[in-house]
């Protein structure tokens, strides 16, 4: 039963060799003591599993007259604090002598080696400075054990201060003891199984007889190179385990490093993008930003060009320069497997300022074009594949445009009978229209493709590249698809009553079927002027008209 006494409960504790305080107090005291003078508490700490007072003996026996621990009690743990260093005293005597006799015995043997050696038995020799390394190891273990226990009776023990220890230290230190006992049994093994050999020669027993009286030892018994090896593979397959673990753990440290940098490094990465994408978008005018704007709506409201540009990019190619052109692009493949053509903003070429046309201009008429082309109607929304505004997170602001299943980077000459004769005649006369009303600025050879043949035997058109367009000067480069219309004469040129339809409803439109938002009141003024001539002429102008038309618009709205 737990003695129970009015202050000071550890002390039953103690008394009671429990590990858990089970006094009066509750648990209200547990690893405190009062002193006898009153009010000072003294941390106690563990002995042998069991509570002890830290202090006991350096104080007074008094006993304050209201309180405080009572004299007999305080008397009874000097006693027993007395009888436990006794003890201990004991116990460091008894080691000490272990250790001496260890040593005194591990001497005889070398000595008896040394005596056989000389005597030419080595076999003998062998065994007794085995025997002499088993004796010196023993001695050496009660040496570390009493100089362990000297050195816990200077400090307060911390009997958990082992389970603390760092696992990678305790997995080098046991792979190090194994390797080196393994070493050391399996060099015993092997001079014991040569000993074993001669042993078994020797049928008259003089090696034993000799041994015995030069030692004082029997000899081993048959086997024991054997039993000994095996102990030595045994622990070498341990070593070998934990050396494995370490490595494993190592290696696990490793990846867990390598991750954490790959994610640092994109963390990184993706700050720079977005401080670029926040500078570039700081840099957009205001009257730029609400074409933009004005774009967005219109893909958003176009179930094809709102379904595209919410797919992601799952891979992208850098085009060659060969194949580019002056802009930067890339081939890309989105989520639902869309093929397609991406031109970031941040890549639109220099010259575009010859065009009058801005890197966010660029943008914007890919888009519009498409938009224009679908408002346009039937013949004409399927000249421009599907293009659409987006903000990529690698590449920021740009356009991607998809892929129309045309061949990719054939110059096309339509002069002459090789292409004039291959490509659907009405789309040519709806393509010269279409880069008519758009102003295109730069409709040479590598700025549209033709499509496969289809079962007329007949190929198709699509046009690409329509960042310089919407004209409003007087530039222009390359005219060709309407060079060829105006080549044919009258009769080629002249408009249809489809085209005047097509241009109608343009013209009695307020906002160019929602262009005019998409390019600016100053392209929209110039694209309305060339609407209304080719109307008033009934025909579809030519490239000199282009210019002057464009320009004297531009001018006007300014």
């Known amino acids: 039963m737990p003695v129970k006494v009015r202050q000071g409960c550890v002390n039953a504790c103690y008394y009671a060799r429990s590990r858990e305080c089970d006094c009066a107090c509750g648990g209200a005291n547990h690893q405190r003591a009062f002193t006898p003078s009153g009010g000072v508490t003294r941390v106690i700490a563990m002995n042998d599993g069991f509570y002890k007072l830290s202090d006991v003996g350096n104080e007074s026996d008094s006993v304050p007259a209201a309180g405080g621990i009572p004299p007999e009690a305080l008397a009874k743990v000097a006693e027993e604090a007395s009888k436990y260093r006794r003890f201990q005293d004991r116990k460091d005597a008894s080691l000490e002598q272990s250790y001496l006799a260890h040593q005194d015995i591990a001497d005889d043997f070398n000595r008896a080696a040394d005596r056989l050696e000389d005597a030419g038995d080595l076999s003998d020799a062998v065994r007794a400075r085995d025997r002499a390394d088993l004796e010196a190891g023993q001695a050496q273990d009660r040496f570390a054990e009493l100089n362990r226990r000297r050195e816990e009776a200077e400090s307060p023990a911390d009997p958990t201060r082992e389970f603390h220890r760092q696992r990678a230290e305790q997995l080098r230190a046991g792979e190090a003891l194994h390797r080196k006992e393994a070493d050391r049994l399996e060099a015993a093994g092997r001079a014991h199984k040569a000993a074993d050999e001669r042993v078994m020669a020797d049928a008259a027993g003089g090696a034993a007889a000799r041994y015995e009286r030069a030692a004082g030892i029997a000899p081993p018994e048959p086997g024991t190179a054997t039993r000994l090896q095996a102990q030595a593979d045994d622990l070498a397959a341990q070593a070998a385990q934990v050396r494995q673990e370490r490595e ?22 993706r ?86 046309v801005t890197a966010i201009e660029q943008v914007t008429h890919e888009a519009a074009a498409y938009h224009l082309a679908q408002a346009m109607g039937e013949g004409y929304d399927g000249l421009v594949p599907p293009t659409v505004i987006v903000d990529d997170p690698e590449l920021g602001l740009g356009s991607i445009q998809q892929h129309a299943g045309a061949t990719d980077a054939i110059a096309v000459t339509i002069y002459g009978d090789q292409w004039e004769n291959q490509i659907h005649e009405d789309q040519l006369r709806h393509a010269a229209l279409f880069d008519a009303v758009i102003g295109h600025q730069d409709r040479h050879a590598w700025n549209w493709r033709v ?104 001018v006007a709205w300014a």
């Open 248 to 269: 494993r753990r190592d290696k696990r440290a490793a990846e867990s490093r390598e991750a954490d940098r790959k994610a640092r490094e994109a963390a990184a990465d």
């Open 271 to 356: 700050d720079r993008r977005d401080a670029e994408r926040a500078a570039q978008f700081d840099k957009i005018r205001p009257d730029e930003r609400q074409r933009l704007e004005a774009v967005v709506a219109a893909q958003r409201a176009n179930g094809t060009a709102a379904h595209m540009a919410a797919q992601s990019v799952v891979d992208r190619t850098a085009l060659d320069e060969a194949a580019q052109g002056v802009n930067a692009t890339y081939k890309v493949e989105l989520a639902d497997g869309t093929i397609g053509y991406q031109k970031p903003a941040g890549g639109a070429a220099g010259n575009g300022a010859g065009y009058q």
């Open 451 to 554: 499509t496969p043949k289809d079962s007329s035997g007949r190929r198709g058109i699509a046009l690409i590249d329509n960042g310089y367009a919407f004209a409003r000067s007087r530039v222009l480069n390359k005219t060709g698809i309407v060079d060829w219309r105006n080549q044919g004469g009258l009769a080629r040129t002249r408009l249809d009553a489809s085209e005047r339809g097509v241009l109608r409803k343009l013209a009695d439109s307020d906002d160019l079927c929602g262009i005019h938002q998409m390019v600016g009141e100053q392209r929209a003024a110039a694209m309305r002027e060339r609407i209304e001539f080719m109307l008033d002429e009934d025909r579809v102008m030519d490239e000199a008209e282009i210019r002057l038309v464009s320009e004297r618009a531009a």
